[in-house]
């Protein structure tokens, strides 16, 4: 599976748009993109996954770039609830995927 | 609909004993998984069953580690002899089978440290 890059961490005010970044450039053809967050002391979480169009889900969107080789998830109106570590996963085989977590982007969100 | 049960949230032992971990998935989820969360890293698969036979154990350090899930259903997670390096929060999760199985459910985890 293709790695993935992600900064540290970042933070946001709450009520804007938190936009966390990803970079994916060995991503192959038929590699999904997905993320995933973690809230402190939680399992994680299921967020949105995309193959090559942007999605939208009630959570969040998805923007993969043209060109796959990057992406960027953005949480519209973030709130305190979405300080969390969020994890950009690329897996190639979609259903049933085994993920491969790195560390994450670590967001938080101020108020 | 209720969510992944695993038990128990926490676990103290000494290096050398044993422990395991138990896992209930969400009714009608045939896929199952093991991870193992460092303090400060992702979580790392370690086991993954499709029903009650193994898909991938390449990560499952086998010479200490077991898992079981005999009926299709829960699963249990063993280590014997446990080392200090095996602290760490372990992660059940669960998903569908095909389609409807991009998505992964994880449970709360069960918390270890080895004394």
């Known amino acids: 599976d293709a790695k993935t890059t992600q900064p540290t961490s970042m933070d946001c005010a709450e009520g804007r748009a938190a936009n966390l970044p990803c970079n994916h450039s060995?991503?192959?053809?038929?590699?999904?993109v997905y993320w995933y967050r973690q809230i402190h002391s939680q399992g994680p979480q299921y967020i949105i996954h995309?193959?090559?169009n942007n999605e939208t889900n009630e959570m969040a969107s998805l923007i993969i770039t043209e060109d796959r080789k990057s992406s960027t998830l953005i949480l519209p109106h973030a709130t305190l609830r979405d300080t969390a570590v969020y994890y950009c996963?690329?897996?190639?085989?979609?259903?049933?995927?085994?993920?491969?977590f790195g560390k994450g982007i670590t967001l938080s969100v101020r108020p | 609909e209720a969510g992944v049960a695993q038990s128990p949230r926490y676990k103290i032992i000494e290096k050398r004993q044993s422990v395991a971990f138990w896992c209930n998935p969400i009714?009608?989820?045939?896929?199952l998984y093991w991870y193992q969360q460092i303090l400060g890293q992702g979580p790392k698969l370690l086991i993954q069953?499709?029903?009650?036979?193994?898909?991938?154990d390449s990560q499952l350090p086998k010479d200490r580690f077991s898992a079981e899930r005999l009926k299709g259903v829960d699963s249990t997670l063993k280590i014997q002899p446990a080392k200090l390096e095996d602290s760490a929060v372990y992660l059940c999760?669960?998903?569908?089978?095909?389609?409807?199985?991009?998505?992964?459910?994880f449970g709360p985890g069960t918390r270890l440290t080895v004394t």
């Open positions: 996963i690329v897996s190639h085989t979609g259903a049933n995927s085994k993920l491969t």
């Open positions: 995309g193959l090559k």
């Open positions: 060995t991503i192959s053809g038929n590699e999904y």
């Open positions: 069953f499709q029903n009650n036979g193994v898909v991938d």
């Open positions: 009714s009608g989820h045939a896929t």
């Open positions: 999760a669960s998903s569908l089978i095909g389609p409807g199985g991009y998505e992964q459910y």
